[in-house]
Nanobody
Framework: QVQLVQSGGGLVQAGGSLRLSCTAS????????IAWFRQPPGKEREFVAA????????SYADPVKGRFTISRDNAKNTMSLQMDSLKPEDTAMYYC???????????????????WGQGTQVTVSS
């Protein structure tokens, strides 16, 4: 079975940094599309960042451009989200996601992803 296990998260002051990690098992990782989504309290799950299959170039949601960096380490089957210059509006439950079949035009749609991590809370205080 496919499992995505997250680590990281926590409480951080505005302007600080945090790094999230997600380790996958039971799946061919290097050819999969990987992504991060977040769900603020009372809101729908929203796209944060993704890397489509093995293309390498990353896509980012406008609110996090220039502040967040998605990366992958295929040797360790791990994806990461480096979050810098954090703002209170970044507060959310963060989820890693993985899919082996979606097309590029669907990369920002959470309903297209088959596999999800358990979620990690990120809280940014002002």
């Amino acid at each position: 079975q496919v499992q995505l296990v997250q680590s990281g998260g926590g409480l951080v002051q505005a302007g600080g940094s945090l790094r999230l990690s997600c380790t996958a098992s039971g799946v061919t990782f290097n050819s999969a599309t990987i992504a991060w989504f977040r769900q603020p309290p009372g809101k729908e799950r929203e796209f944060v960042a993704a890397i489509f299959r093995s293309y390498g170039r990353a896509s980012y949601a406008d609110p996090v451009k220039g502040r967040f960096t998605i990366s992958r380490d295929n040797a360790k089957n791990t994806m990461s989200l480096q979050m810098d210059s954090l703002k209170p509006e970044d507060t959310a439950m963060y989820y890693c996601a993985l899919d082996q079949r979606l097309i590029l035009s669907s990369i920002r749609r959470p309903t297209e992803y088959d596999y999800w991590g358990q979620g990690t809370q990120v809280t940014v205080s002002s």
